[in-house]
């Protein structure tokens, strides 16, 4: 038997120490040193509650020297051992036979954000309850219970509190303001509703001005309270809706809190979408009284834009005959265009290649090298390389051949029964004999030795030939080798008459 006591108080020790570890450790919990005008009927190892949750125990009852109660409560929630200066506690009862508990409540409620107040101060070393928070008289209640106020009407209590009274008066009579204070704070509604007054005290200013500007606001409602009624009446309508539609409705609230997480980040982009587009609105401002012009401006030119609208109204009804002749054009044009579509094709292709292969530029130079080999350009001038001698009889078109034209030649032939004359036959041959002698394979050199003689500049105009040395100037080409053309230059060896010939045949 003593060995299975004895493994009953192990097995119950090793209980208490985990007990007192889980709730702070047997020295970590949270004392506090409540003063209470009256603490009857409480004695330890009552509950100590926050809320209805019980967060600890009465650890001790002791009075002061000013005739107070001192109760030590042994708070071992961790959750709630930050007691602050605005803290308060009550005794009230637990159960019909006596019993009382501490109702506490470690700071007072306030809006999100509000600094909380400091925490309660620690009683020092050397005084009593050293180490424990101290919470002063002021912030703790002493109701009196029910049941007493019941009890003062029946005998003897009716009479001894008669007793009291008359016993305590005198007492009593020279501390009425201690008297009023200890009251106030057994009802802790009137202490409550003392604030209450004055902090209206402090706003009496605001109240006064919210009644004013409520009368004056209220003012038109009296006025149109049919509306108010009608509006009253609708809400009604509407609560029955959202009444109807609740499952709905608490799906939606359901669905917020995740909403306001996607709300966030959305937020914050508009932030920065704000800031980035911040300049352009500034510039936008100080762009405002111009754009307030323009629209004004657009007024105006809007009603002289209704009249050309007219205008056009009045030309379309007269060139709708018009265009309705031209209806059946339109088909003539679409056959038109199918039918050249083959030629378009064929047409872009020649354009294409003549545009890839340079033939365009070849055409150029085809033209401008067939005006050149008529037109000739030396240091005298321009002359024409071909000539058509012919009377004037001869040039006509006709369909039989007159046998009067069949005898024209060129060079030394009669015209029209007309011989050359010396000089005409002199230097018009001479010229022609030389150009047809170096076209036949000889040198210049060889055709001026076969054909002597000179032309003078009279008799040929700007094509004289000179066969003396020095009597006529160098040829120069004009263009250059981009033009296409080739140039010669006469040798310091060939005589003046050659080079000029040979440039003549060349187009220079």
Partial sequence: MAAVAATVCAVALVAVVLLATSAGGSSGSYEVRAIFDDAGNLTSGENVKIDGVNVGTV????????????????????????????????????????EKFVDCLPTQPRVEGTPLPPPLKTIPAGQEGAGQVLLPVTNTHSPVDPDLLGDITRLPEAQRLTILLNEFGAGLAGRGSDLNVVIRRANPALQQLEAVFAILAKENKVLTDLAVEGDRALAPIAADRGQVVGFIKASKTVAQATANQRGALAQNLADFPAFLEQLGPAMERLGRFAEQTTPTLEDLGIAAPGINKLFKSTAPFSKSFEGFLSAVGKNAKKTASALKAVEPLLGLAKGLGKNAKPFASNFSGLLTNLKSTGGLERLLDFIYLGAGSVNGYDALGHFLRAEIVASAGCIGYAIVTNPSCSTGKFIGGKTAGTTATAAGSSSTSLVMQRTLAVLKGMTPAEATAKYPGSVTAGATGAGALSTASGAAPTAQPVGGAASGTTYYSPSSESSEASGMLLNYLLGD
């Fill in 59 to 98: 650890g001790s009852v002791t009075p002061t020297p000013q005739a107070k109660a001192a109760v030590v409560l042994k708070i071992t929630t961790p959750g709630f051992q930050d007691f602050r200066e605005d803290a308060s506690c009550t005794v009230r009862p637990q159960a019909l036979i006596g």
